[in-house]
């Protein structure tokens, strides 16, 4: 097993990253000194391959759990089924002292999350990540959220998780493009942070696609060590943060404005990771040849990397766009890479040069 520390004074965690760590999720949350009532919140995908073993390994160590289940996909992240959870949390009496589970991907734990940092102003709560997206990603750094009609994540709170469980062995039920999604947020941290990273990436891409378990076991591990270096440095998103957000602002803006669904998280950010790293030639000087190496990343890991837009649909996005958390004074902010490994936050991009980025 290997473990990742998130260092935030108080409020600091362990990442926990290995194989059939499931089993061991009641023990751990016993030796965090958690309430005996919980409750798991899960999915319905996810729910009937591991919500059994979860709810016995919370039994097994003394704890009380109830299941919430809701429905998959990005609609569930909305505040109708925030509410539909409270509800559930009231009547099962939960309380103060009492903590939730969040069992499955970045939906789960979005929502999961947000539930937990509002119900009785808040009460701990635990990731178990069942996606590599999430395992990688959403499950590590506090950000909870729903979104609204108007766009991602609109709504939402910094509340970070008491643990993060990395079981490596939920992966195996992933559907292949769920699985594939992931990897754009993996290939993100490489041009983001670690350039060593992307070029193992590169090496190891055949492995990663066949779920290699000790390669995934080093990427999953590496990948969380970036995002806990960045968030112990920068918890709420003041800063440096903000470079998790490469190619976010223009992915974001294609979930919202293809229709929650049509794109998988992962697929958008691809996409806009590449428009990203053609702006980054065009602003910053990021060279032809490694605009080129990022494409063909994404390329190599089957995710989509190019959308095309009639003028109806070029409208909704950049009217998405405008509605993106990291708007400043009217304009929209993006992370565009000096080189791959280096990024810099807060750049201004005319829209016309976006839209050249976008056939």
Same mark, same amino acid.
């Given at each position: 097993?290997?473990?990742?520390?998130?260092?935030?004074?108080?409020?600091?965690?362990?990442?926990?990253?290995?194989?059939?760590?499931?089993?061991?999720?009641?023990?751990?949350?016993?030796?965090?000194?958690?309430?005996?009532?919980?409750?798991?919140?899960?999915?319905?995908?996810?729910?009937?391959?591991?919500?059994?073993?979860?709810?016995?390994?919370?039994?097994?160590?003394?704890?009380?759990?109830?299941?919430?289940?809701?429905?998959?996909?990005?609609?569930?992240?909305?505040?109708?089924?925030?509410?539909?959870?409270?509800?559930?949390?009231?009547?099962?009496?939960?309380?103060?002292?009492? #903590?939730?589970?969040?069992?499955?991907?970045?939906?789960?734990?979005?929502?999961?999350?947000?539930?937990?940092?509002?119900?009785?102003?808040?009460?701990? #709560?635990?990731?178990?990540?069942?996606?590599?997206?999430?395992?990688?990603?959403?499950?590590?750094?506090?950000?909870?959220?729903?979104?609204?009609?108007?766009?991602?994540?609109?709504?939402?709170?910094?509340?970070?998780?008491?643990?993060?469980?990395?079981?490596?062995?939920?992966?195996?039920?992933?559907?292949?493009?769920?699985?594939?999604?992931?990897?754009?947020?993996?290939?993100?941290?490489?041009?983001?942070?670690?350039?060593?990273? #992307?070029?193992?990436?590169?090496?190891?891409?055949?492995?990663?696609?066949?779920?290699?378990?000790?390669?995934?076991?080093?990427?999953?591990?590496?990948?969380?060590?970036?995002?806990?270096?960045?968030?112990?440095?920068?918890?709420?998103?003041?800063?440096?943060?903000?470079?998790?957000?490469?190619?976010?602002?223009?992915?974001?803006?294609?979930?919202?404005?293809?229709?929650?669904?049509?794109?998988?998280?992962?697929?958008?950010?691809?996409?806009?990771?590449?428009?990203?790293?053609?702006?980054?030639?065009?602003?910053?000087?990021?060279?032809?040849?490694?605009?080129?190496?990022?494409?063909?990343?994404?390329?190599?890991?089957?995710?989509?990397?190019?959308?095309?837009?009639?003028?109806?649909?070029?409208?909704?996005?950049?009217?998405?766009?405008?509605?993106?958390?990291?708007?400043?004074?009217?304009?929209?902010? #993006?992370?565009?890479?000096?080189?791959?490994?280096?990024?810099?936050?807060?750049?201004?991009?005319?829209?016309?040069?976006?839209?050249?980025?976008?056939?």
């Amino acid at each position: 097993m290997r473990i990742v520390q998130v260092s935030l004074g108080r409020r600091s965690y362990r990442i926990q990253i290995g194989a059939g760590l499931l089993s061991r999720l009641g023990a751990d949350c016993a030796r965090l000194g958690l309430g005996r009532r919980c409750a798991v919140v899960t999915d319905a995908n996810v729910g009937r391959h591991f919500a059994k073993a979860a709810l016995r390994s919370l039994s097994s160590s003394g704890f009380d759990p109830v299941l919430i289940t809701v429905p998959a996909g990005e609609k569930s992240k909305r505040l109708a089924i925030v509410e539909r959870c409270y509800d559930q949390l009231a009547a099962h009496r939960l309380e103060r002292s009492s #903590f939730l589970v969040a069992l499955g991907g970045g939906v789960v734990g979005d929502l999961a999350g947000f539930v937990a940092a509002t119900y009785l102003r808040g009460i701990p #709560f635990v990731q178990v990540p069942t996606t590599l997206l999430a395992q990688v990603d959403s499950s590590v750094g506090g950000k909870t959220g729903v979104n609204l009609k108007a766009g991602k994540n609109l709504v939402g709170s910094f509340y970070q998780p008491r643990l993060v469980l990395c079981d490596l062995d939920t992966l195996k039920t992933l559907p292949k493009r769920e699985y594939i999604s992931g990897l754009a947020e993996v290939i993100k941290y490489g041009i983001i942070s670690d350039a060593r990273l #992307f070029a193992r990436l590169e090496r190891a891409l055949p492995l990663l696609l066949r779920r290699h378990p000790a390669t995934l076991a080093d990427v999953v591990a590496r990948c969380c060590q970036i995002k806990a270096a960045v968030v112990g440095e920068d918890e709420t998103e003041g800063g440096l943060r903000a470079i998790l957000n490469f190619g976010h602002t223009l992915g974001h803006a294609i979930e919202n404005s293809s229709g929650y669904g049509k794109y998988l998280h992962g697929e958008a950010i691809a996409i806009g990771q590449v428009a990203a790293a053609r702006l980054s030639q065009n602003l910053l000087g990021l060279s032809a040849a490694e605009v080129q190496r990022i494409e063909q990343l994404f390329v190599r890991a089957g995710l989509p990397v190019s959308l095309r837009l009639n003028p109806v649909q070029r409208k909704k996005l950049f009217a998405a766009l405008k509605l993106d958390k990291k708007v400043s004074a009217g304009e929209v902010r #993006f992370v565009l890479a000096k080189k791959i490994g280096v990024v810099v936050r807060g750049q201004r991009v005319p829209p016309e040069m976006i839209s050249a980025v976008l056939p």
